[in-house]
């Protein structure tokens, strides 16, 4: 079982940046895919960035892509999410999410395990 809990969110104006923070715990093996969805009011939970531990790679849909990064300390078992640029379309519940494996994966359903969320608003 591994548990994820998310920090970080808040409320920003467009430009301004924030950092979100991802910490696992549990039983996590060495090779694991670890992502960032969000989710807006009324819309689906979308994609926003990915990172596999087993090719160490990096992964954003066109929408951030340039604005955000991921990145990780395996020391603090935590993952990071750079948010920079923001926009107001950035707004919403951000989500990470964990899998088992090596291939980051776009769709939610690939996902085993999932944090509680924490809320970004960025206002105009």
């Known amino acids: 079982q591994v548990h994820l809990v998310e920090s970080g969110g808040g409320s920003v104006q467009t430009g301004g940046s924030l950092r979100l923070s991802c910490e696992a715990s549990?039983?996590?093996?060495?090779?694991?895919?670890l992502s960032w969805f969000r989710q807006a009011p009324g819309k689906e939970r979308e994609f926003v960035a990915g990172?596999?531990?087993?090719?160490?790679?990096?992964y954003y849909p066109d929408s951030v892509k340039g604005r955000f990064t991921i990145s990780s300390d395996n020391a603090k078992n935590t993952v990071y999410l750079q948010m920079n640029s923001l926009k107001p379309e950035d707004t919403a519940v951000y989500f990470c999410?964990?899998?088992?494996?090596?291939?980051?994966?776009?769709?939610?359903?690939?996902?085993?395990?999932w944090g509680q969320g924490t809320q970004v608003t960025v206002s105009s």
């Open positions: 549990g039983r996590i093996l060495s090779s694991y895919v």
């Open positions: 990172f596999s531990s087993n090719y160490n790679s990096e």
């Open positions: 999410a964990l899998n088992p494996g090596s291939f980051v994966s776009y769709y939610t359903n690939a996902y085993t395990y």
